[in-house]
């Protein structure tokens, strides 16, 4: 199953600092899942974001970011620098965010402010990827990177966790046992 790019930068703009146009974002995702329920990962991804979007709705812009900024601005084991989970302060963290600064800019994609390795950033990346691009991404830092990140969240009562459960879910589908992508080519 192929990802559109916006549900990419749906996601995208999910886990940004929020402002307008989440609630489209999140609907728009849970359209595209409630219509793909019997793809692989699609129903599990389904569930997690209507957890999310349960806890997330009722909430005020100044609630939301509140939240925001105690989930991932003040908490370091849970920031949404991918990078900063694979490699922390190693000499690989700074290759890896050469690495994406480039991939971003021959993608035509701006850092808004935010390291490359910014999840947000990350993501959009993926959207703009050939099917082979994105599996690779994915098995080789994607993965691992939200991960631990997860792991690091052993607390579900956090919404995001459900933002982020939705996210691992569905991009289980980027394994290339699942998007049909063999790396042997």
């Not at 900063?84 to 971003?104: D, I, K, N, P, S």
């Not at 993965?143 to 607390?155: A, I, N, P, Q």
């Not at 691992?168 to 080519?185: E, Y």
């Amino acid at each position: 199953m192929h990802l559109p790019t916006e549900v990419f930068d749906d996601f995208a703009t999910m886990l940004s600092y929020p402002a307008e146009g989440q609630d489209r974002a999140l609907q728009r995702c849970l359209h595209f899942l409630t219509s793909h329920t019997g793809e692989t990962h699609c129903g599990a991804a389904l569930a997690h974001l209507q957890s999310y979007a349960e806890a997330v709705q009722p909430m005020s812009i100044e609630e939301r970011e509140e939240l925001y900024t105690r989930s991932f601005d003040i908490n370091p084991a849970a920031a949404l620098e991918l990078g900063w989970h694979l490699y922390g302060e190693q000499y690989e963290r700074g290759a890896f965010l050469v690495t994406m600064r480039e991939q971003l800019r021959r993608h035509g994609i701006p850092e808004e402010g935010e390291l490359p390795d910014h999840i947000t950033s990350v993501l959009r990346l993926l959207g703009r990827l050939d099917t082979h691009g994105r599996s690779a991404m994915y098995e080789q830092s994607v993965h691992r990177g939200l991960t631990v990140l997860r792991e690091r969240w052993k607390d579900g009562e956090n919404p995001y966790t459900h933002c982020l459960d939705a996210l691992v879910a569905l991009l289980m589908l980027l394994s290339p046992t699942h998007a049909g992508v063999n790396h042997h080519d």
